[in-house]
């Protein structure tokens, strides 16, 4: 059974992190995360999806989900298991992703 019911609604997911590029793998992992920027974009329940470059270096990914169930529905799409899947040959070290709710923003936001 489902703790969203109908008289609660669901309240945003966000999910964040941080890569570091293997030396002489930054252009190879910026072109690799782009490739999941659009189609997650356009996916059901994306608020926001951003991808910036960091100043020393590291990439950072932001994406807000709707609900849970948006989250989990993008987490099953091929397009993120095949960008997974090829990640860790372009990455110096595991990523630091963090997950939570988003406080202190509209949740409709797309800021």
């Given at each position: 059974m489902t703790t969203n019911q109908s008289n609660h609604p669901a309240e945003p997911v966000a999910l964040y992190g941080f890569l570091t590029p293997k030396d002489g793998h930054r252009e190879q992992l910026l072109d690799l995360?782009?490739?999941?920027?659009?189609?997650?974009?356009?996916?059901?329940?994306?608020?926001?999806?951003?991808?910036?470059?960091?100043?020393?270096?590291?990439?950072?990914?932001?994406e807000l989900w709707a609900s849970r169930e948006d989250l989990a529905a993008h987490h099953a799409t091929q397009v993120l298991k095949d960008v997974l899947e090829r990640l860790p040959e372009h990455l110096a070290g595991a990523p630091e992703v963090y997950e939570g709710q988003l406080y202190g923003e509209p949740a409709g936001s797309h800021g």
């Open positions: 995360l782009a490739e999941l920027v659009e189609p997650s974009r356009s996916r059901p329940g994306s608020l926001v999806y951003r991808l910036h470059e960091q100043e020393d270096g590291r990439i950072f990914l932001y």
